[in-house]
Every structure is written in structure tokens, then in C-alpha cells.
């Protein structure tokens, strides 16, 4: 298991690192969706939002779990009371639950990202009338603490908090708001208006900590206030500034009589101080039809190399359907990666992600030479369509291949000589350099030269070593020059091949 975040390694996702080339051209990594669930939830259960840490050999998620059936029909039949009374009333509906268990907190583990399994004997929260359950938190200690103002939880995120005390060194982020606040909107149960406001008023992001993500401390407590309305939320580490990352959803800004959803940002060294507003970040273009045809339900911003990206949400009436790649560099904007397709979108008919795909809130997991996406994908029941189905779902790529050069075979030959990749100056750091490489039917050969564009003694096209065939981490080596009389100083990097791709250089 290795963390995305190396600044050794740089990808071609834009022009950043690339200075100039010669017949080659930019294609896009695809990923290969498991067809069947990685994990599915306990019985009358659903698994919906969630995040993964890596950590101590192992891969940690905590989901947002759900009951399947609308829980406004609930609502409506008066389960969770009527007027002033809020009793629980389990004869009114053959599907009912408590108000604080239509949406939990859940955990399941992996050892090597493809096999996930729930623990379920923690013995923490009932449900069904056993313990015996992967259940962490329910909404019962928010419900008494906040009187009913709060009930379940929406988006949750999970971080590991190096910087607090040991005891608090998770930290469970998410939107809470009361199941009640559409009682008189939606059910018509004619509450007391004083209590809508109350409901209404208390719906915000919280925080929650524990000493190992299993065990929580207490009721939730208030954090930051919508930023732009709804009930999005995802708390991510941006590990090359030492800050956090607060996805939220930024306010449209433009007049117009409807509600639109776009993603926004802010960030902050700490998690329990944020700015009460986000940066929109991108507008809503022809792609989305300016927001007719897409919305942004938010993003998912991640370290990858030495650089930042994001899997930016379209969404449809709420319910995302596809997760397109963004870039950004520091002191840049954040941008989508040009004519690049969805990383994920929905499946087809019947499929377990027909209606919905939602990516964890985390970087791809790197296990060996893949990278293996989490995400979220419901379905509709086959019989009755207002109920819906989640698991969790995975996807493969090969590992940073998000955009390559590849060779453009035509051009090459109207040329008469190989591709060529230039790339802008990078710092020497590590001791070999490294390709992800495939495809060049050994063709491919490197020099190195120095800032002006000189060439570095010892390191030329003709004293390059063979090259690995197809290698995530292929070495380049030189005869007579060894890199690490480089290191620190700042360098141009040449790529000449025949045929192939290239993903990535680390350097």
C-alpha cells in the first residue's frame, strides 16, 4: 500500500510538466468496473456514501448505511409521530425503523482492496434486535443530546488526525440534520412551527472523534454551516500543504428561479476551523448543458504525484451519473483535463451502478500495479422503483494511468524518425529514474540535459540502457553516469520511442 502523494512522480494530465513534442499525442487510461458488489450491507440495509483510510496494512471504510424504502413514506404513514408526537410507532408501517436509524454509520476492512468484509460482531449499536452488526454510530446519542433537531447523517468522511491526542485521533466529519424537517413540507404532519424552525436551524456539517474509528465519543458537535446549501460533505487531506480539504457546495451565483448544484472548495490546517464560504470552482459549461442537462454534485479532491486531482460529480436531479478527472497545480485553478471521458458513469440497464456511481471520499487505493477505485453504485428494486440498492463497487486501472503520450504512428512515419517527449525542468529527488512505460517494443530510450536545454555529460540518448517492455516503474539507466550525482539539481528529461505509451516519469 503506498500513498498517491509522491513528489517524485509527475503525469501528463496537462501541459504542466511537458515542454515540447514531436508526433505523439494524448490518450486516455480507461477503468475496468468488477461487475459484481465488493460488499454489500446487513440484511435491510444499504450501503450509500463512504471513505477509505489506508493504514497499518489495511484499507478502512466507514459508509454512510441506509435503509432502502423512502423514508418520507414513513414519515407520512406517522411512524415517528404526528403533531406534537414524536413517538415511534412501528404498527404504521411494515418497513418501519427508528427515525435515528434510517441512516448509520458503518465499517468493513480489506487487506488487499479487492476482498472487503464487515466485521459484524462489534456489539455497539442494535438494529433488528442484535448486536451483532458492523454498526459504529447511529443518530440515537444526536437525536436525545439535540431533542430530535438532529436524527442521521449524510456524506460522511472519516481522517486520521496525526496532530491530535491519541484519544481523538479520528474524526468522523458529516452533514447532520432531523428526519422531521420535512414533516409539514412533504407529509403534511402539522408540527409545531417552532419546531420546524428548530429542525431547520440545526442543519449544518458536525464533528466527532474517537480513538480508533470504531468507538465514538458523545453527540456530534456543530462545525461549520451550509456553504451553499444541501446536504454535501466530504473532508479530504491535501498531504503536500499540511492542510484539509472541505468539499462542500458552492453557492451558483447566478440569479435564476431554481436551485443549482456546483462544487466548491475551501481548505484549512485545521479540522476544527473552516471558512464559512467555498471557491465555486468550475462553471457549469456545455458539457452539463449550463445546467440543464448536468449539475455538479461536488468532488472528490485528492493528492496524486506531485500535483492535485479530483473526480468532479455530474448529476442529474440529485443523483450523480458519472465522475469526470480534474487537475490543478499550485497557484493555478482547478481545471477538467481536456476531452477526457468520465472515470466512472453509470452502468447499463439492471447493473449493480444503473442509477448512481459516487466515489469515496479518498484517492484511489495503489496496490501493486493497479489502481483500484471505491465508489458507490445503486440500482432500483426491479419491483417497486421507489426503493434503491447500494454496494460498494471497484474499479481498475492501471496505476497513474489517468492521460498518456502515445506514440502517433502516422505522424512518426510522415516524419521518417521516432516520437519525441520533452519535458519542463523537474528537480532530481530520487536515486533512478523511473517509467511507466508500455508497448515501445524496446524503443524507447532517454537523456537527460540541464536547464538551458544542454546535454548533461554521461547522460544521452546513446549511453541509455535497455528499457523494461511494459513496467509501472520501469529503471532508465545510463553506461558510465549514475543519477545520483543529479540529485537536487534541476533537469530536462527527453523520451524517444517508436511505438507505445507513456504514463508517467518519476524523477
Given at each position: 500500500m503506498t500513498d498517491a502523494h509522491d513528489p517524485a512522480l509527475h503525469l501528463f494530465v496537462d501541459d504542466h510538466h511537458i515542454r515540447n513534442f514531436l508526433s505523439m499525442k494524448r490518450v486516455f487510461g480507461a477503468a475496468t468496473r468488477h461487475p459484481q458488489p465488493a460488499l454489500t450491507d446487513i440484511a435491510g440495509r444499504t450501503?450509500?456514501?463512504?471513505?477509505?483510510?489506508?493504514?497499518?496494512?489495511?484499507?478502512?471504510?466507514?459508509?454512510?448505511?441506509?435503509?432502502?424504502?423512502?423514508c418520507h413514506d414513513l414519515a407520512t404513514a406517522g411512524v415517528w409521530g404526528r403533531g406534537a408526537d414524536y413517538a415511534y410507532h412501528p404498527d404504521r408501517h411494515p418497513d418501519a425503523v427508528p427515525e435515528y436509524q434510517a441512516s448509520v454509520l458503518s465499517y468493513a476492512e480489506s487487506a488487499d482492496g479487492f476482498t472487503w468484509t464487515r466485521p459484524d460482531d462489534l456489539g455497539l449499536i442494535e438494529w433488528q434486535g442484535s448486536t451483532a452488526n458492523n454498526i459504529v454510530m447511529d443518530g440515537s446519542s444526536a437525536a436525545q443530546h439535540y431533542d430530535n433537531a438532529l436524527t442521521h447523517l449524510d456524506s460522511p468522511s472519516v481522517v486520521r488526525d496525526d496532530d491530535a491526542p491519541a484519544e481523538q485521533r479520528y474524526k468522523f466529519i458529516a452533514h447532520w440534520a432531523s428526519m422531521h424537517a420535512f414533516d409539514n413540507s412533504i407529509s403534511d404532519l402539522n408540527r409545531p412551527d417552532a419546531d420546524m424552525q428548530r429542525f431547520w436551524a440545526a442543519s449544518a456539517k458536525y464533528i466527532t472523534t474517537s480513538p480508533d474509528g470504531i468507538h465514538w465519543h458523545g453527540p456530534p458537535t456543530r462545525l461549520k454551516e451550509h456553504a451553499g446549501g444541501?446536504?454535501?460533505?466530504?473532508?479530504?487531506?491535501?498531504?503536500?500543504?499540511?492542510?484539509?480539504?472541505?468539499?462542500?457546495?458552492?453557492?451558483?451565483?447566478?440569479?435564476?428561479?431554481?436551485?443549482?448544484?456546483?462544487?466548491?472548495?475551501?481548505?484549512?490546517?485545521?479540522?476544527?476551523?473552516?471558512?464559512?464560504?467555498?471557491?465555486?470552482?468550475?462553471?457549469?459549461?456545455?458539457?452539463?448543458?449550463?445546467?440543464?442537462?448536468?449539475?455538479?454534485?461536488?468532488?472528490?479532491?485528492?493528492?496524486?504525484?506531485?500535483?492535485?486531482?479530483?473526480?468532479?460529480?455530474?448529476?442529474?436531479?440529485g443523483k450523480p451519473k458519472a465522475s469526470l478527472l480534474v487537475s490543478h497545480h499550485d497557484g493555478g485553478r482547478w481545471r477538467r483535463v481536456p476531452d477526457a471521458p468520465p472515470i466512472l458513469e453509470c452502468g447499463p440497464p439492471g447493473s449493480i451502478d444503473s442509477w448512481i456511481v459516487l466515489p469515496t471520499r479518498n484517492a484511489p487505493l495503489l496496490v501493486g500495479d493497479e489502481m483500484i477505485i471505491t465508489y458507490n453504485g445503486r440500482r432500483t428494486s426491479d419491483h417497486d422503483p421507489t426503493l434503491h440498492h447500494g454496494c460498494l463497487c471497484l474499479a481498475k486501472m492501471r496505476r497513474d494511468a489517468f492521460v498518456g503520450m502515445q506514440v502517433d504512428r502516422h505522424a512518426a512515419a510522415r516524419h521518417d524518425r521516432p516520437a519525441l517527449l520533452q519535458t519542463q525542468p523537474v528537480a532530481v529527488t530520487v536515486d533512478t529514474l523511473a517509467l511507466n512505460i508500455e508497448q515501445h517494443r524496446g524503443t524507447a530510450r532517454a537523456a537527460l540535459f540541464d536547464e538551458a536545454a544542454e546535454p548533461i555529460d554521461g547522460f544521452s540518448l546513446d549511453d541509455c540502457l535497455p528499457i523494461d517492455e511494459d513496467n509501472t516503474r520501469a529503471p532508465v539507466r545510463w553506461k558510465n553516469a549514475d543519477l545520483r550525482q543529479l540529485i537536487d539539481r534541476r533537469v530536462i528529461l527527453l523520451i524517444e520511442i517508436q511505438a507505445g505509451i507513456v504514463w508517467s516519469f518519476r524523477l
Open positions: 450501503i450509500g456514501w463512504g471513505c477509505v483510510i489506508s493504514e497499518q496494512g489495511k484499507h478502512r471504510l466507514w459508509y454512510e448505511s441506509g435503509v432502502p424504502n423512502n444541501g446536504d454535501y460533505s466530504g473532508v479530504t487531506r491535501d498531504h503536500r500543504n499540511q492542510r484539509w480539504w472541505y468539499n462542500d457546495r458552492a453557492r451558483h451565483g447566478l440569479w435564476g428561479p431554481t436551485y443549482i448544484r456546483t462544487a466548491g472548495l475551501c481548505s484549512s490546517p485545521s479540522l476544527d476551523h473552516w471558512p464559512q464560504h467555498v471557491e465555486q470552482l468550475f462553471p457549469l459549461a456545455e458539457t452539463e448543458d449550463f445546467g440543464a442537462r448536468y449539475e455538479h454534485h461536488g468532488m472528490v479532491p485528492f493528492n496524486y504525484g506531485d500535483q492535485d486531482l479530483g473526480f468532479l460529480e455530474l448529476s442529474t436531479k
